[in-house]
């Protein structure tokens, strides 16, 4: 035996389809207090109706909580990776122990996590560099399935993920590899700038591609 015993003044009786009198002599022959739910445990409303937002709140209030304005002007996107994969995917993983998570407030959830990582500094949401899907495989999916055919031939992109260089670098490195750094040519395409404002900000002779500025541009060889 342990020697643990239970601490009914701490403890309730949450009764169901019983009679008030019998509950109420129970509660005195226990010495503790009658309850009834939901009732909160450990953090989780037992008892509540898990296809309603207002039960996932506490989850959605604790994420919105790590994602708040200050981390996102201070954390590069390297970094809003890792908070968003360690740290922000950990927060439901107890309500799902319990729960099956609706689909508004998964879609709520990855809402958040998109505009803390792709949003600007003023909290208005920026440009989506790659497809969601992209942002929550792991690394080896990265490596192995996301390059095109002809870039994941050379043998220098099987090391992008091996830490050999800073996280920043290896996430600039990928986008650049899959042509999604925001340069003058995908920022014209999108809308953000005039479409007569896409020459190279270098040499302002071609139009400001992934390859022109980081292999053609002749300005970038005489640095």
């Known amino acids: 035996m342990s020697g643990l015993s239970i601490n009914?003044?701490?403890s309730s009786l949450i009764p169901v389809n019983c009679e008030p009198d019998w509950v109420q002599r129970m509660c005195s022959v226990l010495g503790c207090k009658a309850a009834v739910l939901p009732v909160k445990y450990l953090g989780v409303n037992l008892g509540a109706n898990p296809w309603l937002l207002k039960t996932w709140k506490p989850v959605i209030d604790k994420v919105e909580e790590k994602l708040s304005l200050w981390k996102a002007k201070v954390l590069n996107k390297t970094d809003k990776l890792v908070l968003i994969k360690s740290i922000l995917n950990s927060l439901p993983v107890y309500y799902l122990s319990l729960y099956k998570m609706p689909k508004a407030v998964v879609e709520k959830l990855i809402t958040l996590q998109r505009i803390f990582l792709w949003g600007k500094e003023d909290g208005k949401p920026g440009i989506a560099q790659v497809k969601?899907?992209?942002v929550q495989?792991?690394?080896k999916v990265l490596q192995e399935e996301r390059l095109p055919e002809d870039i994941s031939s050379y043998s220098f992109t099987k090391a992008i993920w091996k830490g050999l260089v800073p996280p920043r670098v290896e996430v600039f490195t990928w986008f650049v590899l899959i042509g999604r750094v925001n340069t003058k040519d995908r920022l014209?395409?999108?809308g953000v700038i005039e479409s007569s404002d896409n020459l190279c900000v270098l040499c302002?002779?071609?139009?400001e591609s992934v390859y022109h500025l980081f292999v053609a541009?002749?300005?970038?060889w005489q640095l």
């Open 137 to 139: 495989a792991p690394k």
């Open 8 to 10: 009914f003044e701490k």
């Open 132 to 134: 969601w899907e992209v």
């Open 217 to 220: 541009c002749e300005f970038l």
């Open 188 to 190: 014209s395409r999108s």
């Open 204 to 207: 302002g002779k071609d139009i």
